[in-house]
């Protein structure tokens, strides 16, 4: 069943992608992404992982190349970061329209301007209406995990999605971890070999990519949604098994002394952690808060999310992002319109905060308790801005 | 001097593959994954003869056979009869006129088509 | 010239693996090079389509003219879709996932999925050495929306966006030489083509296809609407261009060049460019200036194909 061994956690994520057997990996050097792709670069060149490894001249290329491999029916991977999600979005909208189960890490960080090659998430939020299946994860485990776990839901007949796993850029991907890797004969049996259902060969032509005209537009992307929306108990379903072979298990949405809170943090990625601990101790102190992680994020989970804030009067969200102009964060306006219809919605507190790689610690919670509790804090504000 | 227009040479349409639904037609839980067509050739029950304002008419009797008409034409509209002259379809054909331009033979001429 | 394809075109396989039906417009010449391309190719090839007047023309949902794989992702990356379907096969034959029959892979671009936006991801393709074959179907702007000027309009062209004004002649740049970038690559085939010289382009396309590694065939296609010509002058324009030496049809095969239709006195570029409606402007000092730059650029081919003689005769 596998042993902890400390590593890197971008070698973690390589380990896996070696452990799904991937056929195709195309990449091209971004940091923080870069320690995964020059990790699986040496399995290939170490006969450890029979693979082609594709150091493609573009971000635009690394993920075209894996529509084309993933079409021939091959089992491809890419990772990329920021200015190289913005690089390739074009391509990113078109894998889900063609339903090719690719499977993609975004080490998050912040887009430029000004340069910052630290960690938030307003990269991944510039793709957030995509079409992928969204994952957070928010340890060295869960990003090995989630490898294996976004083949066996995007490959499914009944999903065909690609899935973008998002890891905190640094914090997760350059941090040594003790991880449990697994059994090759375990993943073998968790995840089957690819079986595309069209696949690019002259024994049977197939033409991938017709355009539509406005009497078909409109139909396609209702089937597309439809798709993602299905999506939904499979993931469950993906979960459920590998914690049959591995024992962790994992769900939508993430609970930590929600049950009776009256207050409670709404995090992704791996602030989770930070916040964890900040409901330790304000719970030492007798307050009723709790924590919330958003793991899945497309599709959101919208009933996971509404029995998990139970009857929590406050909630505090956290977003990585700006959205310049807007009514807040990204994850915020998100939450706010799930709620719109209850009857008793709670008030909502939104903080954007550790943009560009700026730390929040445990501290930082406390204080947006605080001010939350004491009416100072209401709909949004930038958290631990100067001036 | 060349001769009665004939379009008997018109070639019926091979029934052996159905007419698609239109785009229109489609409900969205009708369409592959990814919209994929997987039937190769589909726009072979797409008539593009309509467009047409000219048509190629050929005189067998200068015809040599030589297929100059058939590798020029855009419209894959010629195919050759089992007597060995190459003829256009009709249900594909634009009217483009290259095939009359090109014969070396001089044994294709474009005609109006009528108004309807 | 006109009957030198007489007789032997009926050579060529009868096989046709684009369906009629598509919507190309009448006397399109860029379908026409499409046509005679993938009959070189036959049956075992996997094609990856850069957006343009190809990929629309042959691909309307449901009506696909496609009888082998074929694949449409964007604008400017047919070589890295077609890298991506090589790499696939290379690992899936070796890891027995499939047989290893032979399946040639095709990229497919007008001028501007080539030449401009998707001139960084073909050289990419071209350097990491990709086994595959890009076709550039240049009709020398993008008439997909509507004739706006490309990198690989000629000088002197009127386009929508390269006008005719009273302060401007038309394209004020020479075409770009995409032959000369590609082999910059090193690359072991190039070669440029023509619809209207069927044999000859049949000939590039089955040798670039079984070439070890890239090949690029840049193929002059004539657009009777973008250029301002009658329907049926299509394949009558595709031969001036050559035999006025505006277009020569020549490869590179590991770097040697050798001119494959040959041309022993050029005809005026007065013949190819008049009757165009893009060069009806075109006053005849600025013809004179035209025509003095491609036959020095002929002679250098011809000097370079010599040199390769020479060398030849000497070994």
Avoid at chain 1, 226 to 231: G, M, T, Y
Avoid at chain 1, 245 to 254: T, W
Avoid at chain 2, 21 to 42: F, M, R
Avoid at chain 2, 45 to 69: H, N, S
Wanted: some cysteine; hydrophobic content about 40%.
């Amino acid at each position: 069943m596998g042993k902890y061994l400390g590593m890197e956690v971008s070698f973690a994520a390589a380990e896996a992608v070696k452990l799904c057997n991937v056929d195709v990996v195309a990449a091209y050097p971004i940091t923080p992404q870069t320690h995964i792709v020059e990790r699986l670069s040496q399995f290939v060149a170490d006969g450890e992982l029979d693979a082609e490894f594709v150091p493609v001249e573009s971000e635009h290329s690394a993920l075209s190349l894996c529509v084309g491999s993933q079409a021939a029916g091959a089992r491809s991977f890419t990772c990329t970061s920021s200015q190289g999600l913005a690089l390739m979005s074009e391509i990113v909208y078109i894998v889900p329209a063609l339903r090719l189960p690719i499977v993609m890490i975004l080490a998050n960080r912040s887009l430029s301007g000004p340069l910052s090659i630290w960690n938030d998430h307003s990269d991944v939020m510039s793709v957030r209406d995509c079409g992928w299946i969204q994952l957070f994860v928010e340890n060295g485990q869960e990003v090995f995990d989630h490898v294996i776990i976004a083949y066996k839901i995007a490959e499914n007949h009944n999903v065909l999605l690609p899935v973008m796993i998002n890891m905190d850029g640094f914090i997760l991907s350059h941090m040594f971890e003790p991880i449990k890797l697994m059994e090759q004969e375990d993943v073998d049996a968790y995840l089957p070999p690819y079986q595309p259902k069209f696949v690019l060969h002259p024994d049977k032509p197939v033409t991938m990519g017709a355009y539509a005209m406005p009497a078909l537009f409109t139909e396609a992307k209702k089937a597309q949604e439809e798709a993602l929306l299905a999506s939904y108990p499979h993931i469950l379903q993906a979960w459920k098994s590998w914690e049959k072979v591995s024992g962790r298990s994992y769900h939508p949405v993430e609970t930590f002394c929600s049950e009776d809170a009256e207050t409670l943090f709404i995090t992704m990625g791996s602030l989770g952690e930070t916040a964890g601990e900040a409901v330790r101790v304000l719970r030492g102190q007798g307050k009723k808060v709790g924590l919330l992680k958003l793991r899945l994020w497309r599709p959101f989970p919208f009933h996971d999310f509404y029995k998990a804030i139970g009857n929590a009067q406050r909630l505090i969200v956290l977003d990585r992002a700006v959205s310049y102009g807007g009514p807040g964060g990204p994850v915020a306006g998100e939450i706010r319109s799930a709620l719109y219809n209850m009857e008793n919605r709670p008030q909502v507190i939104n903080f954007v905060a550790g943009l560009g790689g700026r730390e929040v610690s445990v501290e930082s919670f406390l204080e947006m308790f605080i001010s939350s509790i004491e009416g100072k804090a209401s709909g949004y504000q930038l958290f631990g801005v100067r001036g | 001097m060349l001769g009665t227009i004939n379009r008997s040479f018109i070639l019926p349409v091979k029934g052996e593959k159905q007419m698609p639904k239109a785009d229109s037609e489609y409900l969205w839980n009708e369409l592959q994954p990814g919209c994929v067509i997987t039937e190769p050739g589909t726009s072979r029950v797409y008539y593009t003869g309509d467009w047409r304002a000219f048509y190629p008419v050929l005189q067998k009797e200068r015809c040599i056979q030589c297929g100059i008409c058939w590798i020029f034409c855009p419209d894959m509209a010629y195919q050759k009869d089992e007597k060995g002259y190459f003829i256009a379809d009709l249900n594909y054909c634009k009217g483009c006129g290259i095939c009359a331009r090109e014969c070396p033979a001089d044994a294709i001429h474009m005609e109006k088509e009528k108004e309807i | 010239m006109r009957n030198i394809n007489a007789y032997v075109v009926k050579t060529l396989s009868s096989r046709e693996y684009i369906a009629p039906g598509h919507r190309a417009c009448a006397g399109c010449g860029e379908v026409l090079a499409m046509r005679q391309v993938q009959k070189a190719l036959g049956r075992n090839v996997i094609v990856a389509s850069a957006t343009g007047c190809m990929e629309i023309v042959s691909s309307p949902f449901p009506f696909s003219s496609w009888e082998v794989p074929w694949i449409h992702v964007a604008f400017e990356n047919a070589a890295a879709v077609a890298g991506g379907i090589e790499a696939a096969l290379k690992v899936l034959q070796r890891k027995g996932k499939i047989e290893g029959k032979k399946i040639f892979v095709a990229a497919m671009a007008g001028d501007g999925g080539t030449a401009d936006i998707g001139l960084q991801a073909l050289s990419g393709a071209l350097e990491r050495g990709h086994n595959f074959l890009f076709i550039c179907y240049d009709n020398e702007a993008y008439m997909n929306t509507g004739v706006q000027r490309s990198s690989s309009t000629p000088f002197g062209a009127s386009t929508m966006t390269s006008p005719v004004g009273s302060a401007q002649i038309g394209q004020l740049t020479w075409k770009k030489n995409m032959m000369a970038i590609a082999a910059a690559h090193g690359i072991p085939y190039l070669a440029t083509a023509s619809p209207s010289y069927p044999m000859d382009l049949s000939e590039k396309v089955a040798k670039a296809a079984k070439t070890e590694g890239p090949a690029y065939v840049h193929v002059l296609s004539v657009c009777p609407s973008g250029w301002g010509i009658p329907s049926d002058a299509t394949v009558k324009f595709g031969r001036l261009a050559v035999e006025t030496g505006f277009f020569p049809l020549y490869e590179i095969e590991e770097g040697k060049y050798r001119i494959t239709v040959d041309v022993e006195e050029l005809l005026p570029l007065e013949m190819y460019l008049k009757p165009q409606g893009r060069f009806r402007h075109l006053k005849p000092e600025l013809i004179e200036q035209i025509s003095r730059r491609v036959r020095a650029e002929w002679r250098e081919l011809n000097r370079k194909a010599e040199e390769q003689k020479e060398i030849e005769e000497r070994e």
